[in-house]
């Protein structure tokens, strides 16, 4: 705000989080490109080991301290990583960065990641969650992960439904008088029409945005119980 040049190291960036109050914070990392060589990455990973060290010595809160896991799209640098981290004392574990060209590659080096990790900590993907990507990653063993793909396509118009995505400033919607989804049960869907939700959207309104951020959360949270109501069954 004021032009001053501000340095944020692993020491600064877990003295931050604490301030929050997170119960959950982590290790300061680089998280590499998808074009980074493998070169890089190596050097990449050396400074996100040594600063997961500094992070454990400076942190003072009883917050959950995350260890990250890199390594980019390089099998042995992933193992390397999760190696490492799995034998420093965090209290969980993240995994970030980019996994390669596919989402079965994002599977497979998942499936590899973890079996290194200690089973009696949870697991934490890091920016990964679109609507088909669940049940693959929960599949590999990740308890929890975070995404923008709710709230950032609410904030676009898009609607998550059972059909697909509705891009709910289309004109055709205007006229139609259904809810977004007749099977969901928020806010949006049990006292809206899509009709005025598209006006909304359309004339700039920001309620239009709320709504289809209730109804997206909601339809996530859907997705996920279902997935533990298949593995409480045995079909997962």
Known sequence: MDGKRLFIGPKESIKIQESIGADIIFAFDECTSPFANYEYTKKSLIKTHEWAKVCLKTKKSKQ??????????????????????????????????????????????????????????????????????????????????????????ARH??????????????????????????TCICLACTSYSKAYICHLLRSNEITGLKLLTIHNLTYFNKLVEEIKDNIKAGKL
């Open 64 to 153: 959950a301290l995350y260890g990250i896991v890199q390594g980019g799209k390089f099998e042995d640098l992933r193992a390397e990583s999760a190696k490492f981290i799995g034998t420093l004392p965090f209290d969980g574990f993240g995994i970030g960065g980019e996994f390669g060209d596919d989402k079965k590659t994002m599977q497979k080096m998942l499936k590899l990641t973890n079996s290194f990790l200690p089973e009696n900590k949870p697991r934490h993907l890091l920016g990964i969650g679109h609507p088909e990507d669940l049940e693959p990653i929960i599949s590999e063993g990740v308890e929890t992960f975070d995404c923008i793909v709710p709230t950032h396509y």
């Open 157 to 182: 118009g898009v609607a998550f439904t059972p059909k697909g995505k509705l891009n709910m400033k289309r004109q055709t919607f205007l006229d139609d008088n259904n809810p977004l989804d007749k």
